[in-house]
């Protein structure tokens, strides 16, 4: 397991995505649409690690919930696993809530979610990358 990315929420990434590339000089890539999310996602790469950005880009979004019920910042943290049905499995097991169970986004890759209840207040995003 590694980190793979963090991502905060924001109602509007402009200001953050300023701040990393003008002060801090990291480089954006390309921005995503996620319509199944209904949110617009920044990433900053940075030695091998990532910072995203995310913003609603509907009241549909989940992102606008997470907004309206904790505000800006952080929304998740995401680890990369080699297999995430495994990783499930093995952490039901344990007694962990899998909230989103695995599914293959948008790049390929395939992500579940940790209930933040499981894991000290703090959603985690397990990640396993299309190989």
């Known amino acids: ?17 300023y701040f990393l590339e ?3 000089g990291m480089k954006p890539e390309e921005p995503i649409i ?3 999310q209904n949110i617009n996602t920044l990433a900053f790469k940075s030695d091998g690690s990532e910072i995203h950005l995310i913003e609603p880009i509907s009241e549909n979004s989940p992102i606008t919930k997470f907004l309206n019920k904790r505000g800006e910042g ?19 097991e344990k007694g962990v809530d899998i909230v ?6 948008y790049d390929g890759s395939k992500i579940a979610f940790i209930n933040p209840k499981s894991a000290c207040g703090v959603l985690i995003e397990l990640i396993e990358k299309k190989k």
């Open 1 to 17: 397991m590694k980190l793979n990315h963090i991502s905060i929420a924001y109602r509007d990434i402009g200001k953050m995505a």
């Open 100 to 105: 989103r169970e695995p599914k293959v986004e």
């Open 22 to 24: 003008n002060v801090l």
């Open 74 to 92: 952080l929304h998740h943290i995401a680890i990369e696993v080699e297999d995430v049905e495994k990783t499930v499995e093995e952490l039901r």
């Open 34 to 36: 996620d319509k199944d």
